[in-house]
């Protein structure tokens, strides 16, 4: 696959435009085009199944598809058909649609460790909504939350504790890592009696230890606090149960949201009857202003989450991701084991959730070859921030995406050869999302 346009022109021009209108250049910071190699951030015009076009006419393969929300791929037949069903009967009404009652009884259905749910529109509001539930709930403050997992809100509870806390007072938040009990343990003894919940994924990149969920439930229990699984990611890419279903621990409370809606704005908080109803009209204690958003359940959103959660169950979906990603991780690894630099190109992941690692010759991550694998990979045809699979790619998309990691490997061992890599990078670095200054 060659690029008509490969210097994109037309990305440039609107790349400029973005940044006069949009702060950043666009709606998400992990959409910049400081994420991308310097002249090779390219906008895109439109996107069909598991490739995307840009404005310059180029087309790719992509991965991390609306940061891995459209795991079935774009414009998906089902999907579309179910929201354009939607969109001549009213998209928002005064009163609840009979829709929300489908959504909602579907969703219980798929995720049978929840009791109630209620829709909003993005992963934020929902974890946001939980924090706030638990600290009703409990009478306590604190949040304790895995330092190891990289985001959980755009609220200030959690963006507090990033680099990017401008503008934001001290938060009442604690940390604890992942995958070690005894920390989490001395965490709660530490602050016994001051802890809401914890919140974290129950698996990051890798499963969890052995007996580690079941450990977190067990101190959550003892010490009276929420436990709050984040399943914006592991839903619907573990399985459309969650992590929780794969792992069979329950938590008091999950959110779920990007692949619910395959790219169509909808997330969830799930959770016990006894903390949701809190939030409700049935509960004789204080109320809890949990989620009250006026576009929370527009009704072509929540088609397409039935849709989507039909479509994981009749197809498979879950099984799918994984084999793809595991042709696509057992390819990648063998080609950069071929050109020598097995040791510094490194895929990991679950085999629906994968990321890569570049690592300079001391066998630290480096932004400089993370610039010089990207560019490669963009030449090639080839988009995406990550490995994270849709299961609209082929097997021959997975094989030509291998044969350009193939060709950027080769260009990396000669970076590292040359003991640098500023010669293939094209320009300044990329950079990590979370920076003090820009």
């Not at 979906?317 to 020598?340: C, N, P, Q, S």
């Not at 995406?401 to 080769?410: D, F, N, Y």
Request: aromatic residues 6%.
């Amino acid at each position: 696959m060659t690029l008509p346009n490969p210097s994109l022109p037309r990305s440039a021009a609107l790349n400029k435009r973005l940044h006069a209108a949009v702060p950043g250049g666009a709606h998400t910071y992990a959409k910049g085009d400081d994420q991308y190699p310097e002249g090779l951030a390219p906008v895109i015009s439109h996107g069909r199944g598991a490739h995307v076009v840009d404005v310059d006419g180029n087309t790719y393969i992509e991965y991390g598809s609306g940061l891995r929300a459209v795991a079935l791929g774009h414009a998906h037949p089902r999907v579309v058909e179910a929201v354009r069903r939607e969109l001549d009967r009213g998209s928002n009404f005064v009163r609840p649609a009979a829709i929300e009652l489908d959504a909602a009884e579907r969703f219980l259905q798929t995720v049978p460790t929840a009791e109630m749910v209620k829709f909003a529109k993005n992963g934020s509001d929902a974890t946001t909504a939980a924090i706030r539930l638990a600290r009703a709930a409990t009478g306590r403050t604190l949040v304790a939350l895995c330092h190891d997992q990289p985001f959980f809100s755009t609220d200030d509870w959690f963006i507090g504790g990033t680099p990017m806390s401008a503008g934001i007072p001290e938060q009442l938040t604690v940390t604890f890592p992942y995958g070690d009990l005894d920390a989490l343990a001395a965490l709660l003894d530490k602050h016994e009696g001051r802890i809401a919940c914890m919140i974290l994924e129950a698996a990051t990149q890798t499963d969890p230890p052995a007996g580690y969920l079941e450990g977190v439930r067990e101190l959550a229990t003892r010490h009276g606090v929420v436990l709050v699984f984040d399943e914006m990611i592991t839903g619907f890419r573990w399985s459309e149960h969650g992590a929780q279903g794969v792992y069979g621990v329950t938590p008091d409370l999950s959110t779920f949201g990007k692949a619910l809606g395959n790219g169509f704005a909808v997330s969830a908080l799930a959770g016990t009857r006894e903390l949701m109803e809190l939030g409700g009209l049935r509960t004789e204690q204080e109320r809890v202003f949990l989620l009250s958003t006026t576009h929370g359940a527009e009704t072509h959103s929540l088609a397409a989450a039935i849709a989507v959660m039909d479509t994981y169950a009749e197809e498979g979906i879950a099984a799918r991701l994984h084999a793809l990603g595991e042709r696509l991780a057992a390819g990648v690894r063998e080609a950069a084991a071929g050109m020598g630099v097995g040791e510094h190109v490194l895929v990991r992941g679950r085999a629906s959730n994968l990321v890569f690692a570049t690592l300079d010759a001391d066998g630290k991550p480096s932004q400089p070859y993370r610039t010089l694998f990207l560019r490669q990979l963009l030449a090639g045809g080839v988009i995406g921030p990550s490995f994270v699979v849709s299961a609209a790619l082929t097997e021959d998309d997975i094989d030509h995406t291998v044969e350009v990691v193939a060709q950027a490997c080769t260009v990396y061992r000669k970076a590292l050869d040359a003991g640098d890599p500023a010669p293939w990078m094209g320009g300044r670095p990329v950079k990590p999302v979370f920076r003090q200054y820009a």
